[in-house]
């Protein structure tokens, strides 16, 4: 079964600097996909970057950049200049495609922003 | 469209009673899950269902029934309700069965069992 691991239930960063968010997960699978969910106050649940497997290329989506390793199975989340609004319960989650359409996630890691 | 629906927002229910939590989308998705979500637990899978008549069990399915009569609805029923069922529910729905995408989420239902 894959697991997947956030090491740190809280992070805090100031406004306008980078942080970054750890991820680690295990699985035997070769391809597969990678997802950083965002949960602010509201409870929703927001995409922020999606990550194929197979693409060596990492991730980015405006401020919000991955690092993955896929020999280390890490998968890092990086969020340049920080926002207020950034401020959230962060979530790696795994899905090992094909068929299988589960999302296992990871237990977050809350991100406070402090101006 | 309005995406991923759920109601209510909120419930409080007394140990043994049941009811069901209603999920609905309008984006003609195939795929449809429910997910709790707990304190230090992250999500995890209850029950999915990739089309009409088509369901199956996720993570942690006991105490939880599911049925997809259409396309636009998967509605949870807690048959008789317990403690440990104190939680937020979370319904998602995906359109691609042949390559895992962005799965949209609803805004959530928390339910509290006394």
């Known amino acids: 079964a894959q697991t997947v691991t956030q090491s740190q239930p809280e992070m805090s960063v100031q406004e306008a600097e980078t942080v970054t968010l750890s991820c680690t997960y295990d699985t035997s699978e070769s391809d597969y996909y990678l997802f950083w969910y965002k949960q602010p106050p509201s409870r929703q649940m927001i995409l922020v970057i999606r990550q194929e497997a197979y693409k060596q290329q990492n991730a980015t989506e405006n401020r919000f950049s991955v690092n993955f390793q896929k020999a280390a199975k890490s998968f890092s989340l990086k969020i340049s200049d920080s926002q207020l609004g950034d401020a959230a319960m962060y979530f790696c989650a795994f899905n090992s495609g094909g068929s299988n359409y589960k999302l296992t996630f990871g237990k977050g890691t809350l991100l406070t922003v402090n101006p | 469209n309005a995406g991923v629906t759920q109601t209510p927002k909120f419930q409080v229910l007394k140990t043994g009673q049941s009811m069901t939590l209603q999920c609905a989308q309008d984006?003609?998705?195939?795929?449809m899950s429910w997910y709790r979500q707990d304190p230090g637990m992250g999500l995890r899978l209850i029950h999915y269902s990739v089309g009409a008549g088509i369901t199956d069990q996720g993570e942690v399915p006991n105490g939880y029934n599911v049925s997809r009569s259409t396309t636009e609805d998967f509605p949870l029923r807690l048959l008789s309700a317990a403690p440990s069922q104190t939680s937020v529910y979370f319904c998602?729905?995906?359109?691609?069965?042949?390559?895992?995408?962005?799965?949209?989420f609803g805004p959530g239902t928390r339910l509290t069992v006394l």
């Open positions: 984006m003609n998705h195939e795929y």
């Open positions: 998602a729905s995906s359109y691609s069965l042949y390559r895992v995408d962005e799965q949209f």
